[in-house]
């Protein structure tokens, strides 16, 4: 080879050197994902969260190239887990299921991780809270059980996904609307409260339609009121809406995806497209339906300021009822 060949050889390769060190630092590594993604779900297995975040992850692989390993990181109405979030590297590897109990468990001083500590991506599903007993129960209306609820104050025990979950709070302002008092119960996630509820320990449960779905359509659980504008399908058609029962009381819960905050804006922004794709798969559509789980995706815009008037809207009710873990 010629001195000139070496030459522009070694020009050839000084000017993709010079190239490369113009791009920014993001540029230059593998495309992401190089490896599988572990995908924190901060309740125990097979509550609602957990049905959605495995479902959501073999959705993801059709438009994802790695696979997502879903995490149970159960413990203080979810702060267990998001604090493993808001510790990890911000690189995409590590992300986690955010509920609405985020902007609920701060103000009652359960944990100091907020959404602030995150980075929100988007919002995969919304429910209303709902109140259940199990199907031989003598409460056959929400009527019964409020009746209950005052005959013996304290007396009738309502589980929940642990303190200051939705369904705790959801329980708490329903004694405040009823002029009721229950028995608060609880427990590392839903589905330990629905098990409790099943073995007959305690008398009711406030959780959302999907943590009870499967028992309903099977027969062992009644619902017997939501807390939504309207009422719901997937075999929930008779069950009414406190406000049918002239209980104005509304509350409901979101799912969603986060990731460690300052993760780069160019992950932030594939997995934005993926969840934008991935949510719209007729397969996980069908399953959500199936589990009677309320669609409600929102990019990341949106999702945000649901956030933000959650966090507003709960902070008032948490103070108002002075509730304390």
Same mark, same amino acid.
């Given at each position: ?12 390769? *000084? ?7 113009? *791009?920014?630092?993001? +540029? ?12 924190? /779900? ?35 109405? @979810? ?30 001083? /359960? ?42 104050? @304290? ?11 939705? %369904? ?30 099943? @073995?007959?320990?305690?008398? +009711?449960?406030? /959780?959302?339609?999907?943590? /009870? ?10 619902? *017997? ?9 997937? @075999? ?19 799912? %969603? ?40 995706? *929102? ?27």
């Amino acid at each position: 080879m010629t001195q000139s060949m070496h030459r522009r050889g070694f020009g050839r390769r *000084l000017a993709a050197l010079a190239a490369a060190s113009s *791009l920014p630092a993001w +540029a230059q590594t593998a495309p992401y994902p190089q490896r599988p993604v572990e995908l924190i /779900v901060p309740f125990a297995a097979g509550g609602g969260t957990d049905v959605l975040a495995r479902a959501m992850g073999e959705t993801m692989r059709r438009h994802f190239p790695q696979s997502v390993i879903v995490m149970n990181r159960a413990g203080a109405s @979810g702060a267990v887990g998001w604090s493993e979030l808001a510790a990890a590297k911000p690189d995409g590897y590590k992300l986690a299921i955010i509920t609405v109990e985020m902007t609920m468990i701060p103000h009652m001083g /359960v944990t100091k991780i907020t959404s602030d500590d995150v980075q929100p991506i988007a919002r995969l599903n919304a429910d209303p809270a709902a109140i259940a007993v199990r199907a031989d129960s003598p409460f056959k209306t929400v009527e019964d059980f409020l009746a209950a609820a005052k005959k013996n104050p @304290g007396g009738v025990r309502i589980g929940n996904a642990g303190p200051g979950s939705l %369904g705790h709070l959801a329980a708490a302002a329903l004694e405040d609307k009823a002029g009721v008092q229950f028995n608060h119960l609880p427990y590392r996630g839903a589905n330990p409260a629905v098990l409790d509820l099943l @073995g007959g320990h305690i008398e +009711a449960v406030a /959780v959302t339609p999907v943590e /009870v779905a499967t028992y309903v359509a099977a027969g062992k659980i009644r619902a *017997l009121a939501i807390m939504g504008d309207k009422r719901i399908q997937a @075999g929930w058609e008779q069950v009414p809406t406190l406000k049918e029962r002239g209980i104005d009381l509304v509350i409901g819960g979101w799912r %969603g995806l986060a990731a460690p905050k300052n993760t780069p804006p160019e992950i932030i922004q594939q997995l934005r497209t993926v969840m934008a794709r991935t949510l719209q798969e007729p397969e996980l559509r069908a399953t959500m339906a199936k589990q009677n789980m309320g669609e409600g995706y *929102l990019d990341q815009p949106a999702f945000l300021e649901v956030i933000a008037r959650d966090n507003a809207t709960f902070k008032q009710l948490v103070n108002k009822l002075g509730i304390k873990a």
